[in-house]
């Protein structure tokens, strides 16, 4: 659980964070968006007091978290950000060891560890551990990044912008891959990005910021239906709603009991991707797969054009 | 079957004849009678006889040694601390105190530290140190401010403590940068050394000096040609060290 407590940061006379106050809950992904600006990568940067606030205060677990050293808190919280910021002189295997290293974790414990996360992130641990960053690609390097934040286990991963320099395709398979993970160590995000997609991606929750202040902090399907301010309801995309609006949820959702003609999609996959699939193949309705391949139902055109109607 | 030589490039090639050279002229220097005996008046010797230019040269490099050696540490730790965020007001005043170490000529250095040292080789310490921090300073400065946003932000973000980052990353990463400034000090001090045996110093001035005074060519000549094979190999290895730094770091 991390706590923003009327956290405001000024420089000056501009107030940059302004009485900022939420809950995070634990487990969850949480995406501040904004534009820039907004202070929104302020704001996380106080969370592992990369920037100390004007004044409130921030709990992690309940615990002020001017508690402990900076140094000690930062290497309880992973932080990964756009550009990775990998240490160029060190081996990959080495950027990933960083944290682990300075709390004096034995050697046998982290080279464990690298090797897991390296075949987590689909990097063969034998061939990758000994390269340098600048060997690897821009995909390669951001997963190091990201990787090199989850070394010690942190309850709590702050991410800046962590997929701003990667190509749509890439970012998808790492939003994708983030998603995977979040499940696998239950980390508890918080990530902060300016694209709208991507918040309704990732988020269980969506922090919208607006001039240094939170304007409305929501689930994403609260967030469609009632924007808090006109600029939440710029920044959503009027014309974007109802596709949004199916992209939070799973086919495996709308599942009708029944068949259906053509090829299968799977349950995983967001109604928008399904919707898509039935607009692009012409067809009423298609059978939906689970994922060792069994049909568990059909999904139809209507139903999917019913739940993309605002939710009365 | 490839050749083993097959690595060597004409450029290592020809630094090592260079130094094969340098060494048997310094430890035999009685095989180069022959081609240096032109250059005298008759009766007059072609090769240095006053003392071992074997000895000379090691003298010499001795002092360039220990000189660049002083100044680096107190450059580095100078940049170090201004470019601290307790010391960065002292920016500005080091650099005007180490720009006048450059600015100053030795010369004068040397004349000034005479009366307070005496003849021999402190004079010639103190104006290669002097002298030799202006580089060292600058490039350190350029290394430590220069380093990649992305990188300093991380170092913080992963709980480094302000040293950690100075030792694991600030310094390794600005180490090229720092040593092409002891690089270039160093091929400086080498030239600058003999003017240090004006004031009795022990180096291969001394070579130089005497063929001035007794009009002996080939005395001046052997003097600069070691200098000049000293500066240009150790120019050329320590360019070398820089790269291969500088290649695993890929900065």
Excluded: C
Aim: a neutral charge.
């Amino acid at each position: 659980m991390i706590e923003f407590e009327h956290i405001t940061k000024r420089y000056g006379d501009t107030a940059v964070v302004r009485d900022v106050s939420m809950a995070v809950a634990p487990h969850t992904v949480t995406v501040v968006v904004g534009t820039s600006g907004s202070g929104k990568t302020t704001l996380i940067r106080m969370v592992n007091r990369l920037v100390e606030p004007t004044s409130g205060i921030i709990r992690i677990d309940g615990e002020d978290n001017r508690s402990v050293p900076e140094f000690e808190l930062r290497r309880r919280i992973g932080y990964a950000i756009q550009g990775h910021g990998l240490f160029p002189h060190r081996t990959v295997a080495e950027n990933i060891a960083t944290v682990p290293t300075l709390l004096g974790w034995d050697r046998s414990r982290i080279r464990a560890k690298v090797e897991e996360l390296l075949t987590l992130f689909q990097l063969d641990p034998d061939f990758f551990g000994a390269r340098y960053p600048h060997e690897l690609s821009g995909g390669q390097q951001q997963r190091v990044g990201v990787a090199r934040a989850l070394a010690a286990e942190p309850n709590l991963l702050l991410m800046d912008e962590p997929f701003g320099a990667l190509d749509p395709i890439i970012r998808a398979k790492a939003q994708e891959d983030l998603i995977a993970i979040q499940k696998h160590f239950g980390t508890t995000i918080i990530l902060v990005t300016h694209d709208m997609e991507e918040a309704f991606r990732l988020a269980n929750k969506i922090a919208v910021m607006d001039k240094g202040e939170v304007v409305q902090y929501a689930t994403p399907e609260e967030m469609l239906v009632r924007p808090a301010t006109p600029f939440v309801e710029e920044l959503i995309g009027a014309s974007e709603r109802p596709f949004r609006l199916l992209a939070i949820e799973r086919a495996g959702a709308a599942v009708e009991p029944g068949a259906a003609e053509g090829p299968p999609i799977a349950e995983d996959l967001s109604q928008r991707e399904a919707l898509s699939e039935l607009l692009w193949s012409g067809r009423e309705a298609l059978p939906v797969a689970a994922s060792d391949g069994s049909i568990v139902g059909r999904l139809s055109l209507d139903s999917l054009i019913r739940r993309a109607a605002r939710p009365r | 079957m490839p050749s083993p030589f097959r690595f060597l490039r004409l450029a290592t090639i020809l630094r090592l004849t260079a130094l094969m050279l340098l060494l048997v002229f310094l430890l035999l220097p009685g095989w180069f009678e022959p081609l240096l005996k032109p250059l005298v008046q008759e009766n007059a010797p072609a090769i240095y006889n006053r003392g071992s230019l074997f000895w000379l040269t090691v003298l010499h490099l001795r002092t360039v040694f220990v000189a660049t050696l002083a100044a680096t540490f107190v450059a580095v730790s100078l940049a170090i601390l201004v470019t601290r965020e307790a010391g960065a007001e002292f920016l500005p005043l080091s650099r005007s105190l180490v720009n006048i170490g450059q600015t100053f000529p030795p010369v004068a250095v040397l004349a000034l530290a005479v009366p307070i040292y005496g003849f021999g080789e402190n004079p010639t310490l103190i104006a290669l140190f002097l002298y030799g921090l202006l580089p060292i300073f600058e490039n350190a400065l350029t290394g430590l401010t220069s380093l990649p946003p992305a990188v300093m932000e991380a170092a913080r973000g992963t709980g480094m403590t302000e040293r950690q980052r100075l030792l694991r990353i600030e310094l390794p990463l600005a180490l090229p940068v720092i040593l092409t400034g002891i690089r270039l000090s160093v091929v400086i001090s080498l030239s600058t050394a003999t003017i240090g045996s004006t004031v009795a110093a022990k180096t291969l001035g001394e070579v130089i000096i005497a063929g001035l005074q007794s009009n002996n060519l080939a005395f001046v000549l052997q003097g600069g040609f070691i200098v000049a094979v000293l500066a240009v190999l150790i120019h050329d290895a320590l360019q070398a060290l820089e790269r291969s730094l500088a290649g695993r770091a890929h900065v």
